[in-house]
């Protein structure tokens, strides 16, 4: 594992700073600091501009290779963009599906054709995706999706019928990536075809969630006879389960990087505020303090570690990445309740209407979810458990 930079890619750091310095400003300013857990549902627009103003400096999909339009970045060039893009305190990415998890999965898995058709979307910032992978009855347990897909001979399209939920930015994306069942008499994670769909189109029926926070981030998504071209299917029948694998490799590479940035921003906001207060003069919270800080520089060496042992470009990661998702989301759900311990009683207490909340106090709503989506802690136990230590699998209930 590399845990220092060379001279050159000291340049590469002086670099994005320098951008981001002289671009993070006028319109833009009022974006620091926001789009972050909790706050994802501000400034859509002025965030869908800055992901262009982006793409105009070369700054989206810096790790992917040149022939796709990427930058071509090496692993420790990506680790100094997501730490200076944090430290700028730059927005939230309303792109980073497509970049971080639709591009990798084509360069990987995908055609030609398809690369050509969606890689320049996502790198010019111009087309946002959304992810259609979790179901009402589904649950964390992706291999129990219900959603058909049926190929119609006639119209040369596959059909697509079913529901998905909590899909983030859906209202916003222009494309989701969905898994469905080929196979009707399919069980698990065989018969399953992962498909590109567009979303503006009859048959698909967008419904913001209202969350606890007051805010409306994700949706549950309605298929009703949507279509998909037959080109669009990445994979062939039957490959949906290696693909969404893949992808989900993905997702907990490189680009945990930059969450572990916004999660420094605020566990910072937090050690501020408790010196202003004078809650740290309380031993028990400098002690939570100390433990958040030591646990995100665990987390940081954790990812360095797996990404130094990234072989393939197929999302595969070592076994160490098992354990990431279980130990962000609980760390994360732990400093919300910090933040609510240094505001002290105040912390019940709004400014405003029933859901005017403080960055921190909408910060420790939402991350009560973290432990929940993208795979529940007991869920991740089982990956762990399973596939890292390769204990027998749980068994499974009898229905009567």
Known sequence: MKLSFSAEDELFRAEVA?????????????LKYRGGPGDEHMFPQERQDWEKRLAEGGWTCVGWPKEHGGRGCSIEQQVIFFEE???AGAPGRVGHIGEGLTGPTLIAFGTEEQQQKY??????GTELW???????????DLANVKTKARFDDEQGKWIINGQKVWTSLAHESDYCFVIARTDPDSVAHKGLGFFLIKMDQP?????????ITGTSEFNEVFFDDAHCDASDMV??????????????GFERGVSTLGQQMQFQNELDDVVELARENGAAKDPSIRDRIARAHAELKIMRYNSLRMLSGQSGSDGSLQKEALIYKLFWATWHRSLGELAMDVMGPECDILEGGPYELSRLQSMYLFVRSDTIYGGTNQIQRNIIAERGLGMPREPKGTAK
């Open 85 to 87: 893009y944090a430290r």
């Open 235 to 248: 994979g062939a029948p039957g490959d949906g389960w290696k693909v969404a694998m893949g992808l989900l």
């Open 18 to 30: 320098g951008w981001l310095a002289e671009n993070l400003t006028g319109e833009f300013a009022k």
């Open 119 to 124: 890689l320049p979307g996502i790198v010019a």
């Open 130 to 140: 959304c992810q259609g992978y979790s179901e009402p009855g589904a649950g964390s």
């Open 203 to 211: 048959g698909i029926d967008v419904r913001p969630i209202e969350q």
